[in-house]
């Protein structure tokens, strides 16, 4: 669902708001079957754990413009994932940005410097649930393979067993905030970016080892640790030459 709207003479210059849901289901199961190799008879076939996976979500952005020169924008995301408890499936992610078109104030626009000068700031949270297992937080049983079997006289019994199982695994979240500058100078002969970040993510997502004796397995999918990075981003081009046969970049 979208809404679009531009309005001539008001402070309010245009309206832009966006709705929306999505689902998505993911299913696989597959069969096997071992042969006896001693009377050549097959076993009867068994499935799988079956691999499922919804992932659900409902957005929403709006975006206001002011006088031509001010752009405010929300989003809001909530996701599910089937990957996680009752308790972790949900998740909501929100973000907002500013921008600034200065180059549209009375101050700058006689100048014969800058032809174009935007100002950013923004914020957000985006999550990652991708890992490899589809119910690592849910405790299953399993069919055992030709190591674990049971024999009761000259049969052999397949047997069950317990996989390991991570209860409090929940989505991952990374959280980044941007200040950056877009420019144009000398009627856009000269243009670029200039951009600073930080971003820090929380609740890594990891298949890793557990403590010995604290689960039914070595390694399982975790929440672990933590990630911080910071940097600048500089972009610059430049066309002194530009003409109707020729230009240079």
Sequence with gaps: LNYKKNFDGSLLSGIDMT??????????????????TSTGVYDVPLP?????????????????TLDSK????ATYRRDISSRFSKDNRNANFPSAAFSWLASDEDFLKGSSVISN????????????????????YL???SRGDSRSQYQFGSEYIPTIRPEGYNEDIKWEEGTMYNAGVDYGLFND???????????KNKDLLQYSQVPGGSNLENFLDQNVGETVSRGLEIGINATPVKSKDFSWD
């Design 117 to 136: 000068l935007k100002l950013r700031l923004s914020w957000g949270i985006t999550g990652q649930q991708d890992i490899g297992g589809s119910f690592p």
């Design 48 to 64: 799988s754990i079956p691999f499922q996976l919804i992932l659900e979500s409902y957005f929403a952005r709006a975006n206001f």
């Design 139 to 141: 405790g299953v049983y």
């Design 189 to 199: 002969k000269i243009t670029g970016t200039l951009d600073f970040y930080y971003r």
């Design 70 to 73: 001010y752009i405010f924008t």
């Design 19 to 36: 709705a929306g849901h999505t689902y998505q289901r993911f299913y696989n199961i597959s069969f096997g079957r071992n042969r006896n």
